[in-house]
């Protein structure tokens, strides 16, 4: 089955493929109207989404953003492929974006760097940050399909490429209301590489449903469904 189909099958909020057809595509192909739109001149970036398709490269100036405010409740999950060419310095924190956004401690969820190594989930926890640390960040130029998830009163987890690197209380998960982005955050950093197909659930994404959507991808993607 190919890999779209597998995902518009558990729900999601919205699915962005980010590049087809020889150009940014960042149309919602759940059906929901959830569309996002290109700034800067991303460009494609084969190894850098499911594999036989291009992603988009990222980088200064260059990501996507939702055409509207997107919501998503008190559980939440955020999936994306991506690649990390490099680290982007200069930024205020050394952090670089790369899906969602953190606007306040009470809204938001994004998923970013602190510095080169430390690649970080974050969500808003009534006036509070949670967050939770991978236990083993990608290398440099490694394609990684990527699926975060916080519930209130539940689980916060990292799954990469099918396996759990990070797992910790989410205590209350405030949830996110605004603009919903790849490649850079609402304060302007920005991602040193590439992604392909986002997507956002307004539910918890078990494990073993990353797991078979890494699994999916893979193993040959397939042709994008219509």
């Known amino acids: 089955m190919a890999y779209l189909d597998v995902v518009r099958g558990d729900r999601p909020h919205f699915v962005w493929p980010l590049w087809e057809g020889g150009m940014v595509h960042p149309r919602d192909m759940s059906g929901n109207g959830r569309h996002g739109a290109s700034n800067g001149s991303p460009t494609p970036r084969a190894g850098a989404s499911v594999p036989g398709y291009a992603g988009i490269g990222l980088g200064a100036g260059n990501y996507v953003e939702s055409v509207s405010s ?3 409740g008190s559980a939440l999950s955020i999936e994306c492929w991506f690649v990390k060419r490099s680290h982007l310095a ?3 924190g050394d952090i670089n974006s790369l899906i969602g956004d953190l606007f306040s401690a009470s809204n ?3 998923v970013r760097w602190d510095g080169a190594t430390a690649l970080k989930f974050y969500w ?3 006036g509070s940050y949670g967050s939770l640390t991978a236990s083993d960040t990608p290398a440099l130029g490694s394609l990684c399909h990527l699926v975060v998830s916080a519930t209130s009163s539940g689980r916060a987890r990292m799954v990469i490429n099918g396996k759990v690197v990070g797992d910790a209380s989410a205590g209350t998960v405030s949830g996110f209301s605004g603009g919903f982005r790849v490649g850079r955050s609402e304060d302007g950093r ?3 590489g590439g992604a392909g197909f986002a997507a956002a659930y307004n539910y918890e994404l078990p494990v073993t449903v990353a797991r078979a959507h890494w699994l999916a991808g893979i193993r040959g993607g397939g042709r994008l469904s219509r």
Do not use: M, N
């Open 70 to 72: 997107l919501t998503l």
């Open 90 to 92: 200069g930024y205020p």
């Open 108 to 110: 938001g969820a994004l």
């Open 124 to 126: 808003a926890s009534a």
């Open 190 to 192: 920005y991602f040193g």
